[in-house]
């Protein structure tokens, strides 16, 4: 039997590594962003994880990302990172690997040397990684950018981005999402790293239907729903949007937050369907009741009056 599980184990963490791809190409989805640099290996790993082929495939995964920097003039400075993954993974560590034309090799030397620490340092075994260190790679990036005085040797870079964040006007938007239903692990999992990549508080209520509600950056919230919009959904809409006016700092942004975190909501059904009264006491409590009827119509709402 060992050899057995040792398979269903195989396939499971390469369903994850293709899930994962999936969603990296949905959110980096520009022409040439994501390219698979093996495609034999990937449909190989395809075949195998759909029960359509049997033999363990030999290949690993891997593609490369381009990543475009920040907008910022005078230049924007574009990475490359070229991902290879063990058939271990997400129990073992990725191999990456960061390039650039227009970084010095210092800078890039630095760079690879503090990302393998960080993923010694923050990679915990058995969950997906990459979204997370590609954010970490970005920042990473601007922060060595600084410090090495930005693409002019007089750094004049750093002055320009400086007086663009200067100018950035910030607006914060809760936005509530209504999908037919939301059962899918992978999507739950996708829903769950990409909030906290896009620094999005709120929650996901899974289930038939399935709710999901963010808060933050406007721009952080259409993203986000940009992405969750070309995943395979039976429906999905945005009910309501609350924007507040713009402000200068990412801090009156934080104020506006009534959730703590992003999290999945267990409503203790053992249906799939949640118990809408205490999703109702759920909204109540963090002062968010006023968007159910937009949730659920006026038939939610005596429905779930009546459950409490």
């Given at each position: 039997g060992h050899q057995v599980t040792n398979m269903s184990d195989l396939k499971d963490r390469l369903r994850q590594q293709l899930d994962e791809l999936d969603v990296l190409r949905s959110i980096f989805s520009g022409s040439g962003e994501t390219e698979i640099e093996d495609n034999d290996a990937y449909y190989a790993i395809v075949a195998f994880v759909r029960n359509i082929d049997p033999t363990v495939p030999a290949a690993r995964l891997s593609y490369r990302m381009h990543l475009a920097g920040d907008e910022a003039?005078?230049?924007?400075?574009?990475?490359?990172?070229?991902?290879?993954?063990?058939?271990?993974?997400?129990?073992?560590?990725?191999?990456?690997h960061v390039t650039s034309n227009e970084l010095s090799r210092n800078a890039i030397d630095e760079l690879n040397s503090g990302l393998a620490i960080h993923m010694k340092e923050s990679v915990v075994p058995?969950?997906?990684?990459?979204?997370?260190?590609?954010?970490?790679i970005r920042d990473k990036t601007r922060s060595i950018l600084t410090e090495w005085g930005g693409p002019t040797a007089d750094g004049r870079g750093t002055d320009a981005a400086q007086a663009i964040a200067r100018d950035r006007q910030w607006r914060f938007c809760r936005m509530w999402l209504y999908m037919h239903h939301i059962y899918s692990?992978?999507?739950?999992?996708?829903?769950?790293?990409?909030?906290?990549?896009?620094?999005?508080?709120?929650?996901c209520l899974p289930g038939k239907p399935g709710v999901v509600c963010v808060e933050g950056e406007e721009d952080a919230v259409e993203q986000f729903y940009g992405v969750l919009k070309r995943w395979n959904w039976k429906s999905i809409a945005c009910v309501r949007r609350d924007v507040t006016p713009s402000s200068q700092s990412m801090g009156t942004v934080d104020a506006h937050r009534k959730?703590?975190?992003?999290?999945?909501?267990?409503?203790?059904?053992?249906?799939?369907?949640?118990?809408?009264?205490?999703?109702?006491e759920y909204l109540r409590a963090h002062e968010l009741e006023y968007v159910f009827k937009d949730l659920f119509g006026v038939e939610g709402q005596v429905k779930a009056a009546a459950t409490t």
């Amino acid at each position: 039997g060992h050899q057995v599980t040792n398979m269903s184990d195989l396939k499971d963490r390469l369903r994850q590594q293709l899930d994962e791809l999936d969603v990296l190409r949905s959110i980096f989805s520009g022409s040439g962003e994501t390219e698979i640099e093996d495609n034999d290996a990937y449909y190989a790993i395809v075949a195998f994880v759909r029960n359509i082929d049997p033999t363990v495939p030999a290949a690993r995964l891997s593609y490369r990302m381009h990543l475009a920097g920040d907008e910022a003039p005078p230049k924007r400075h574009d990475l490359a990172v070229t991902v290879r993954l063990p058939q271990g993974y997400p129990d073992a560590l990725p191999e990456i690997h960061v390039t650039s034309n227009e970084l010095s090799r210092n800078a890039i030397d630095e760079l690879n040397s503090g990302l393998a620490i960080h993923m010694k340092e923050s990679v915990v075994p058995g969950e997906v990684c990459l979204l997370s260190l590609v954010d970490w790679i970005r920042d990473k990036t601007r922060s060595i950018l600084t410090e090495w005085g930005g693409p002019t040797a007089d750094g004049r870079g750093t002055d320009a981005a400086q007086a663009i964040a200067r100018d950035r006007q910030w607006r914060f938007c809760r936005m509530w999402l209504y999908m037919h239903h939301i059962y899918s692990k992978t999507k739950r999992k996708n829903i769950l790293s990409l909030a906290s990549e896009l620094q999005l508080t709120g929650f996901c209520l899974p289930g038939k239907p399935g709710v999901v509600c963010v808060e933050g950056e406007e721009d952080a919230v259409e993203q986000f729903y940009g992405v969750l919009k070309r995943w395979n959904w039976k429906s999905i809409a945005c009910v309501r949007r609350d924007v507040t006016p713009s402000s200068q700092s990412m801090g009156t942004v934080d104020a506006h937050r009534k959730i703590q975190g992003f999290q999945e909501l267990v409503m203790g059904t053992h249906s799939n369907h949640a118990d809408m009264g205490q999703f109702l006491e759920y909204l109540r409590a963090h002062e968010l009741e006023y968007v159910f009827k937009d949730l659920f119509g006026v038939e939610g709402q005596v429905k779930a009056a009546a459950t409490t």
